[in-house]
């Protein structure tokens, strides 16, 4: 089946860096890919929706200036989590689809100190 | 807007042993439903789904059942197997499932069977 991988899986950083986490799909192209967050024993949140060639679709509460998508690909989504604090310490999870199954990624952990 | 509750865990059962866990949701419209999988160390894998009431989905000998009257979607299987232990999400999709559809999950149910 249709595989999402993710760079990269454990990420510890300091406080005030900017990290760059990314997803691709390894056997399909996929115009739209969604970002998750995950906290501990608690839900997936979509944090927004990554659109290939254009600017990505944000979550009602998502700082798009923090959290940076580019879509550059058809293959190729990325997050990058600007000046990191460690409450943006969590799981992150991406996501594509095709043929309308959704396929997700390994996660990143990103541990913000 | 729309939500996704199901039960909490962790629920640990015994090898043979029959599973249910609840899911209830609240949505406008006619949602698609779906059981997601977390086994550990890998990424959510789709389990099976429901795109209308009365369907039901089934998969690997776990079953669920769309029930529009109740807004229910639990999940069952008859006899539980040590490799079923994993993280189980409910979720649902508002409207019809596309592409780009939004996916909307529970808060996962942790389930550990014991030999």
């Known amino acids: 089946g249709a595989v999402v991988s993710q760079h990269p899986s454990r990420v510890i950083c300091k406080s005030g860096t900017s990290v760059k986490i990314e997803c691709r799909s390894l056997?399909?192209?996929?115009?739209?890919m969604f970002w998750y967050r995950q906290f501990p024993k608690k839900s997936l949140m979509l944090m927004a929706t990554?659109?290939?060639?254009?600017?990505?679709?944000?979550e009602q509460g998502v700082e798009k200036d923090k959290f940076l998508i580019n879509h550059a690909s058809l293959t190729l989504s990325t997050l990058t989590v600007t000046s990191a604090h460690p409450e943006d310490s969590s799981f992150y999870i991406c996501?594509?689809?095709?043929?309308?199954?959704?396929?997700f990624g390994p996660g990143t952990r990103l541990t913000v100190l | 807007g729309d939500s996704v509750t199901q039960m909490e865990g962790p629920v640990t059962l015994s090898e043979e042993a029959f599973l249910t866990i609840n899911c209830t949701y609240t949505?406008?419209?006619?949602?698609?439903l779906f059981w997601y999988v977390q086994y550990p160390g890998e990424g959510l894998q789709l389990l099976l789904k429901a795109t209308k009431a009365d369907d039901k989905g089934s998969n690997k000998g776990f079953e669920a059942t769309y029930r529009k009257e109740t807004t229910s979607f639990h999940l069952e299987k008859g006899s539980v197997q040590v490799s079923d232990s994993a993280v189980y999400f409910c979720?649902?999709?508002?409207?019809?499932?596309?592409?780009?559809?939004?996916?909307?999950f529970g808060s996962g149910t942790r389930l550990s069977i014991r030999p």
């Open positions: 979720a649902l999709s508002s409207g019809e499932y596309s592409s780009a559809s939004k996916i909307i």
């Open positions: 996501s594509a689809r095709e043929n309308y199954k959704e396929f």
């Open positions: 056997d399909f192209q996929a115009t739209t």
């Open positions: 990554s659109n290939e060639g254009s600017k990505a679709t944000y």
């Open positions: 949505a406008t419209g006619y949602p698609s």
